[in-house]
T-cell receptor, first 114, second 116 residues
């Protein structure tokens, strides 16, 4: 069956360090992979999308890598700040009868301490 | 841009009653909207995909007669939880795609439903 796995344990890091979050998947061949941020009691916010033919994508302090051989994506936040504390979700596309939609991983909670 | 609103943000209802949740795309037209359910400390579970002007496509295990979805316009989709029971208490989130060929989704702020 298809699975998307993220570190279920919370990740605690010190302000200024680089946070690295992992997303692994099995039995998928996604055309693209997305990362979202979710704060408690709020809907997710889109951060980055990376396509299967892209190895790396950057946006300000964020960097995403996508290895379709390893079936893994890494999400990096450099120079982390306490405001980066949130749950980060990876999502892969799949197609149902209505078109393309997303399946989400369980999310990793990041805590950045001052 | 790409703002999605949901109403209400919180609702408490009695068991057996029905509750309607609205999802609106405020500054774009959304041919496709999605409804998710999220339990505490869990990820989002897709309930259904809603295309404007056609019937919703429900995920396996989601009762379409219990969770009625209407996508009557390009900016509005509604989810009605019929004959709600305490086990329907959850966080319901909608999302919308701003274009047929764009992949990212923009999410509403969610609706916390509590059934007593």
């Amino acid at each position: 069956s298809q699975k998307i796995e993220q570190n279920s344990e919370a990740l605690n890091i010190q302000e200024g360090k680089t946070a690295t979050l992992t997303c692994n998947y099995t039995n998928y061949s996604p055309a693209y992979l997305q990362w979202y941020r979710q704060d408690p009691g709020r809907g997710p916010v889109f951060l980055l999308l990376i396509r299967e033919n892209e190895k790396e994508k950057r946006k300000e302090r964020l960097k995403v890598t996508f290895d379709t051989t390893l079936k893994q994506s890494l999400f990096h936040i450099t120079a982390s700040q306490p405001a980066d504390s949130a749950t980060y979700l990876c999502a892969l596309d799949r197609n149902n009868n209505a078109g393309n939609m997303l399946t989400f991983g369980g999310g990793t909670r990041l805590m950045v301490k001052p | 841009g790409a703002v999605v609103s949901q109403h209400p943000s919180r609702v408490i209802c009695k068991s057996g009653t029905s509750v309607k949740i609205e999802c609106r795309s405020l500054d774009f037209q959304a041919t496709t909207m999605f409804w998710y359910r999220q339990f505490p400390k869990k990820s989002l579970m897709l309930m259904a995909t809603s295309n404007e002007g056609s019937k919703a496509t429900y995920e396996q295990g989601v009762e379409k007669d219990k969770f009625l979805i209407n996508h009557a316009s390009l900016t509005l989709s509604t989810l009605t939880v019929t004959s709600a029971h305490p086990e329907d208490s959850s966080f319901y989130i909608c999302s919308a795609k701003p274009g047929q060929f764009l992949s990212e989704q923009y999410f509403g702020p969610g609706t916390r439903l509590t059934v007593t």
